[in-house]
């Protein structure tokens, strides 16, 4: 597994991380023994970034990585994220106040059985906290108690322009964010910005939520508290059929399957650091932790590649 280091923050972190929300609950067919035991297989092939936070499963994810490296703390890249206090549209001040910071921060360490967190993000960044300074004072003094080492934020769903400027301020290490061969955006302007400012790239939905590894198709059954079911709707399923059908004629003798072809897309682009991937399945920990060892992709591939971008215009069932 090769690494990358997360911007100037100094932290080697795997070019695979592990995406931790499915394991805290909320996507169907819970097992905690099997989740903890793909944290811990996918720890054995080299996976040492693990992306969590304190939304997910109401702190259940984080819970669950606290118990799956209590003995390998050392060896272990923890990064997690502080939910809104309130409203994100809301002013700084009220969203991510400088107590809330604190206090959340200091919950999630309760919850990983550790006394400190690699990195600690904003989870709903918003372009205009970006003036204001209480949720950056709370970060910084979390770091000079040790109790955070790096400092992020998360792009909003599908807006990576609104993490421009934060990117371009020097005041943070990494940007979590959307980027798949659906969603290339972040490329436009994101990138070169993280690139010229020495800031890291965390790619989260890289195989948008299962589409992108080519097993959910048209007539799916969905488990009944998997939220999927609203988001990848049938008739949504339906238009995508073609997209994944020209991304697959793509697919090489390294990357013969869609998930493979996808990952390593992501990790292709310079600007990026990581590409973390939700995988509770065993099957999916070892084909995914082997992709990051493969060879690069051709030209001619990516140039293909980029030409499948989709404006699919779909939102979250929160949004
Ligand atoms: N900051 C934010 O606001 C935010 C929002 C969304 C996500 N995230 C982070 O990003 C992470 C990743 O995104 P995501 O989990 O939404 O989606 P994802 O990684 O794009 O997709 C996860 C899905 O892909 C399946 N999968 C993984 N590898 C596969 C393979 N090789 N073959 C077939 N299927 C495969 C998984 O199945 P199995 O689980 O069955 O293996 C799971 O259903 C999250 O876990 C979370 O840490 C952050």
């Given at each position: 597994?090769?690494?990358?280091?997360?911007?100037?923050?100094g932290?080697?972190?795997?070019?695979?991380?592990?995406?931790?929300?499915?394991?805290?609950?909320?996507?169907g067919?819970?097992?905690?023994?099997?989740?903890?035991?793909?944290?811990?297989?996918?720890?054995?092939?080299?996976?040492?970034?693990f992306?969590t936070?304190?939304?997910?499963?109401?702190?259940?994810?984080?819970?669950?990585?606290?118990?799956?490296?209590?003995?390998?703390?050392?060896?272990?890249?923890?990064?997690?994220?502080?939910?809104?206090?309130?409203?994100?549209?809301?002013?700084?001040?009220?969203?991510?106040?400088?107590?809330?910071?604190?206090?959340?921060?200091?919950?999630?360490?309760?919850?990983?059985?550790?006394?400190?967190?690699?990195?600690?993000?904003?989870?709903?960044?918003?372009?205009?906290?970006?003036?204001?300074?209480?949720?950056?004072?709370?970060?910084?003094?979390?770091?000079?108690?040790?109790?955070?080492?790096?400092?992020g934020?998360?792009?909003?769903?599908?807006?990576?322009?609104?993490?421009?400027?934060?990117?371009?301020?020097?005041?943070?290490?990494?940007?979590?964010?959307?980027?798949?061969?659906?969603?290339?955006?972040?490329?436009?302007?994101?990138?070169?910005?993280?690139?010229?400012?020495?800031?890291?790239?965390?790619?989260?939905?890289?195989?948008?939520?299962?589409?992108?590894?080519?097993?959910?198709?048209?007539?799916?059954?969905?488990?009944?508290?998997?939220?999927?079911k609203?988001f990848?709707?049938?008739?949504?399923?339906?238009?995508?059929?073609?997209?994944?059908?020209?991304?697959e004629?793509?697919?090489?003798?390294n990357?013969?399957?869609?998930?493979?072809?996808?990952?390593?897309?992501?990790?292709?682009?310079?600007?990026?650091?990581?590409?973390?991937?939700?995988m509770?399945?065993?099957?999916?920990?070892?084909?995914?932790?082997?992709?990051?060892?493969?060879?690069?992709?051709?030209?001619?591939?990516?140039?293909?590649?980029?030409?499948?971008?989709?404006?699919?215009?779909?939102?979250y069932?929160?949004?």
């Open positions: 597994m090769r690494t990358r280091t997360l911007g100037t923050s932290i080697e972190i795997s070019e695979l991380g592990y995406g931790c929300w499915p394991i805290g609950g909320g996507w067919d819970a097992d905690d023994e099997r989740d903890i035991r793909s944290l811990c297989d996918a720890h054995a092939r080299g996976v040492r970034f992306d936070a304190m939304g997910y499963g109401n702190g259940h994810s984080e819970e669950l990585i606290g118990q799956a490296f209590a003995d390998k703390r050392s060896d272990v890249i923890i990064g997690s994220k502080i939910g809104p206090k309130s409203d994100p549209s809301g002013s700084a001040e009220e969203v991510y106040p400088y107590d809330w910071v604190i206090e959340c921060t200091e919950q999630s360490l309760k919850r990983l059985g550790t006394d400190y967190l690699d990195l600690q993000q904003i989870h709903c960044w918003r372009d205009h906290f970006t003036e204001e300074s209480g949720w950056y004072a709370a970060m910084n003094k979390l770091k000079e108690q040790g109790k955070i080492r790096a400092i934020v998360s792009a909003e769903c599908w807006e990576p322009n609104g993490a421009v400027r934060i990117a371009e301020s020097g005041q943070i290490d990494s940007i979590q964010v959307i980027y798949n061969v659906f969603d290339q955006q972040a490329s436009d302007k994101l990138f070169p910005a993280v690139r010229s400012h020495n800031v890291g790239i965390i790619v989260r939905v890289a195989l948008f939520e299962g589409l992108l590894a080519g097993k959910i198709r048209p007539g799916h059954t969905w488990h009944a508290d998997d939220w999927r609203d990848l709707t049938d008739e949504r399923l339906r238009s995508a059929e073609p997209h994944l059908s020209a991304i004629q793509l697919c090489t003798n990357y013969q399957t869609l998930a493979a072809l996808c990952l390593k897309f992501c990790l292709s682009n310079p600007a990026v650091t990581t590409v973390i991937a939700g509770r399945n065993p099957r999916h920990v070892e084909a995914n932790c082997a992709i990051s060892d493969g060879p690069a992709l051709s030209e001619e591939t990516l140039q293909a590649l980029y030409q499948q971008a989709w404006d699919h215009k779909w939102v069932p929160w949004s």
